[in-house]
């Protein structure tokens, strides 16, 4: 009956790391070889293990990945794409993200510009920062209509707290509308004033 009861609890406060961690110790022998606090710690480590996981499935599905599979490991390096190694291992530190730093992808129709950018933001996400992906022309039509009903203020702070990974070379190319461009900055101020640009 208190197991039965420490479990509701468990769930109730939203400890289901814990909980599962808890039912498996239970279920298995070799855990009675452990001291209190060696069981106490693998049941946290579980708990702190099954939120980060939870919060990388949302940041995920938040940052509306293209590619959502592309990762850094499996980028080509064939000699026609230019991939410069060195800088793609310097980008992997994400440094550029902690600098407040933008990336500006370039080249030509399928040489691997937006799996590129889905990897660096997949790769930035996995070290727990926050990404998200728009193609520039996507971002400016969604921004047009969160002016349109109101909730454009909001749109533009949401994109000011995450690294904005652009897929394509329009953010250099596009010829601006004059509501685009005063969209592109105050994306830009949002990122500055968040400390991401």
Known sequence: MMNQQTMERLKEMRLNGLAAAWLEQQSRTDYGGLGFDERLGLLVDSEWMSRQNARLKRNLKEARLKLGS?????LDYDDRRELDKPLIRQLATCNWVAQHQNIAI????GTGKSFLAC???QHALRRRYRAMYRRTSRLFDELALARADGTYQPEVEVAGTKSLMRGSCEWCALKFEHSAETDASRVQRALRATGEA
């Open 70 to 74: 592309a990762c850094l490991e499996d």
């Open 106 to 109: 370039t080249g030509p129709t």
């Open 119 to 121: 990897a660096l933001a």
